[in-house]
């Protein structure tokens, strides 16, 4: 177990755990996964690369405070702007160094 005592699939959304059910019914391909969504290839790609990235971040990150780890997978997913990423991190490395 992590040091947070969660897995990176306990840290995921909803949409993003129906994504990875789906995902593993169409066998992992993403030709049926995009069929089954109704969108392009590219369309799923992106949105599998987007939540790699995110497992990623969960897993490097794992004893950085949730709100820390929130913000980094939500830049992962796109959803962040990078200059309001790097304000925001600032911001809660600031207040993890206050709270010691």
Same mark, same amino acid.
């Given at each position: 177990?992590?040091?947070?005592? *969660? ?11 129906? /994504?990875? @059910? @789906?995902?593993?019914?169409?066998? %992992? !391909?993403? &030709? ?5 969504? %109704?969108?392009? +290839?590219?369309?799923? @790609?992106? =949105? ?5 990235? *995110?497992?990623?971040? /969960?897993?490097? /990150? ?6 820390? =780890? &929130?913000?980094?997978? +939500? +830049?992962? $997913?796109?959803?962040?702007? $990078? #200059?309001? /990423? @790097? ?7 600031? #207040? &993890?160094?206050? !709270?010691?």
């Amino acid at each position: 177990m992590e040091a947070t005592g *969660k897995r990176w699939i306990d840290l995921l959304e909803e949409e993003d755990l129906a /994504f990875v @059910r @789906r995902f593993i019914v169409a066998s %992992g !391909s993403l &030709k049926e996964l995009a069929r089954m969504y %109704g969108v392009s +290839y590219p369309t799923v @790609r992106l =949105r599998l690369d987007r939540l790699i990235q *995110k497992i990623e971040v /969960f897993e490097e /990150f794992n004893a950085a405070g949730e709100m820390e =780890r &929130k913000l980094r997978g +939500y +830049y992962a $997913e796109g959803r962040v702007p $990078e #200059d309001v /990423f @790097r304000s925001l991190l600032g911001a809660c490395q600031k #207040d &993890k160094e206050a !709270s010691k």
